[in-house]
């Protein structure tokens, strides 16, 4: 089955300076790969996705960028804001009709320094 | 809000005891699963269901049980409870047929004492 791993664990930035996080998975027939913001207690929600045909996706501050080649995907945060701090998860799955279970990465705790 | 609704929100029980998890998936979605979340821990799988079959199974224990009924709402029955069965437990539902987000519930916090 697929397995994604997760890097850093814990990651603190300054506010205003960017975050990286960053991602591997092992099945190349992954295809799409969500990424999920959760603050403490709270429901993970979906901040953005990409699939596998694109190489890069930006939604104002926040972007994420596919190497298929490498299978590794990244999340960028330009510009960070207190709000910013959670507990960041990558995700990974495959087109297989009634069977779209993702598979999590181990999650990122972002913390923005004010 | 999501749309899948998850209830109830907290439960407290003593060890031995059966509980039982309900979800609600968003009109439309036809696929719930399963997520099971340790404090500070990450999301782990356990089970999948689309249309009221079983699809995928996690780390799913013996004790825990789940079914998708015929309007598409689950539960997730977990017995013989123990401490480490404590953590937040969310449901989350998505349209079958392309990979698509999983949208979550706002989980129940299950406490064994």
């Known amino acids: 089955g697929e397995n994604v791993e997760q890097h850093p664990s814990t990651l603190s930035v300054q506010e205003g300076d960017s975050a990286v996080i960053k991602c591997t998975y092992s099945?190349?027939?992954?295809?799409?790969f969500p990424w999920y913001k959760q603050e403490l207690g709270k429901r993970p929600q979906l901040i953005i996705d990409i699939r596998s045909n694109v190489g890069e996706k930006k939604d104002q501050r926040i972007a994420v960028t596919l190497n298929k080649t490498a299978k590794h995907f990244s999340l960028h945060i330009t510009e960070t804001q207190p709000e910013d701090s959670a507990v960041y998860f990558c995700a990974a799955t495959k087109s297989n009709f009634g069977n779209e279970k993702l598979t999590f990465g181990t999650g990122t705790r972002l913390t923005i320094i004010p | 809000d999501s749309g899948v609704t998850q209830t109830p929100k907290h439960l407290i029980t003593a060890t031995g005891q059966r509980v039982t998890l309900r979800c609600s998936p968003r009109?439309?979605?036809?696929?719930v699963y399963w997520y099971q979340q340790s404090l500070d821990q990450g999301l782990q799988f356990l089970i999948q269901y689309y249309n009221g079959e079983e699809r995928a199974k996690g780390n799913i224990l013996e004790r825990f049980s789940a079914q998708q009924f015929p309007d598409l709402h689950s539960e997730l029955n977990l017995s013989s409870l123990e401490l480490g069965d404590s953590a937040l437990y969310f449901c989350a539902s998505s349209v079958a047929g392309t990979p698509s987000p999983l949208h979550f519930g706002n989980g129940t916090r299950l406490t064994v004492t």
């Open positions: 009109s439309g979605d036809l696929s």
């Open positions: 099945d190349s027939a992954s295809n799409y």
